[in-house]
C-alpha cells in the first residue's frame, strides 16, 4: 500500500499479545487521509494497543500494512517523526514552564529552531499569555491543551489521541474538538479513542474495539442503520415496576430508565411490538417509537460480544 492509495491508515489482522493476554486480535483499519476516526470501546479494550502498533511504538505480533505510506513494522521511525502522539496519561514536565517544556519536545524532534517552533505552537493553541507559568499548576483542561500543543509542534500529518478528553469540563471539551476539525481541515489525519458518544458523533467514521476485536466500523449513520435496533421510550407511572416486568421477555434486549422513562430496545421488532403492546394496556402507559442512538448500538454489540465471547469459551 502506498501514500496514494488515499488512506492515511491501512492495516490488516493486527495482532498483540502480552505474556500470554491477548490486547488486539485480528484487527484491521482503514482511515482516508483528512478524516476524524474515533476510536471506541471499554478500558482494556485494545484501543491504546492499537494506537502503539500504528505509531511505531509497539511491533504486532502479527499482520501488516500502511500508516502514512510507511511500512508499520519496517518504517517505524519514519512514522514516528511524521506522527504526534497524544497518550493518556499527561507525561510533560511540571517543574519547568509551558514553553520550556515546548522547547524541549521541539529538539527532541530535532527542529531547526525550536524558540520559534515553541512559539508557534504557542499560538495555535492560544497559550501564548501562559508561556511562562509553571505546568505543575494548570488545571487539567490547560494541561490538555498543552499535550496537544506538544503534539503537533512539528507539523505531523497524522495525530494519534489517546482519550485526550478524559477528566476535562464540557466546555474544554467542545474547545478542543473544535480545534480538532480545525487540524482535519488543514488536511491533519486524527484517530481519536474517546469515551463520550458526544465526541463519536463529531468522528468522520468511528470503530468500536472490544476484548482486542474491532466489532464495527463505518460513519455513524451507517453504524446505526447496521444494527437494526428498534427503540421505544415508554412513560409510565412506575416505570421501575414496567421494566422489572418486561426485562428478560423476548424481544426485549436493553430496557433502562432514563430520566423517568423507560428506554427499550430490541432487534426482534415483531416480538418488541408484542411487548410493547401489552404493557400499553396498563393504565396510564403511553409508548413513543424512536430512532436508535449511537450509545443505544454500542450497548447492544458489547452486551452481543460479551455473549458470543462467553459461548466461545465453554
Not at 69 to 85: E, L, M, V
Not at 106 to 135: C, I
Not at 225 to 236: P, Y
Not at 237 to 253: F, L, N, T, W
Amino acid at each position: 500500500m502506498s501514500a496514494d492509495s488515499g488512506l492515511a491508515i491501512s492495516v490488516r489482522g493486527l495482532s498483540k499479545s502480552f505474556k500470554g493476554h491477548v490486547a488486539v486480535k485480528d484487527c484491521s483499519i482503514d482511515v482516508p487521509y483528512g478524516a476524524i476516526y474515533g476510536f471506541m470501546g471499554p478500558n482494556g479494550g485494545g484501543k491504546t494497543t492499537t494506537i502503539r502498533m500504528l505509531c511505531g511504538l509497539l511491533t504486532a505480533d502479527a499482520g501488516e500494512g500502511t500508516c502514512l505510506g510507511f511500512d508499520i513494522r519496517r518504517q517505524a521511525a519514519a512514522i514516528k517523526r511524521q506522527a504526534g502522539y497524544m497518550p493518556q496519561k499527561f507525561g510533560l514536565y511540571e517543574d519547568l514552564t509551558i514553553k520550556e517544556n515546548l522547547e524541549f519536545i521541539a529538539r527532541l524532534y530535532e527542529m531547526e529552531n525550536p524558540e520559534t517552533a515553541a512559539k508557534e505552537s504557542l499560538r495555535r493553541l492560544g497559550l501564548e499569555h501562559r508561556a511562562d507559568q509553571l505546568v505543575g499548576y494548570l488545571s487539567g483542561g490547560w494541561k490538555q491543551r498543552l499535550a496537544l500543543a506538544a503534539c503537533i509542534i512539528h507539523s505531523p500529518r497524522l495525530l494519534l489521541l489517546d482519550e485526550p478528553t478524559a477528566g476535562v469540563d464540557p466546555r474544554a471539551r467542545r474547545e478542543f474538538w473544535d480545534e480538532i476539525h480545525e487540524f482535519a481541515a488543514q488536511g491533519t489525519t486524527i484517530l481519536v479513542a474517546t469515551h463520550y458518544m458526544d465526541e463519536a458523533e463529531r468522528c468522520h467514521l468511528i470503530g468500536y474495539i472490544m476484548n482486542g476485536r474491532l466489532l464495527v466500523h463505518g460513519q455513524a449513520r451507517e453504524v446505526v442503520k447496521q444494527s437494526g435496533l428498534v427503540t421505544w421510550r415508554i412513560s409510565a407511572p412506575d416505570p421501575e415496576a414496567i421494566r422489572k416486568e418486561i426485562q428478560g421477555k423476548p424481544g426485549v434486549e436493553m430496557v433502562t430508565i432514563f430520566g423517568g422513562k423507560l428506554h427499550l430496545a430490541g432487534t426482534d421488532i415483531i416480538r418488541l411490538k408484542a411487548v410493547v403492546s401489552r404493557i400499553m394496556k396498563v393504565k396510564g402507559v403511553k409508548a413513543e417509537k424512536l430512532p436508535p442512538t449511537l450509545e443505544d448500538v454500542f450497548v447492544h454489540t458489547m452486551a452481543a460480544a460479551k455473549n458470543r465471547d462467553g459461548e466461545e469459551s465453554t
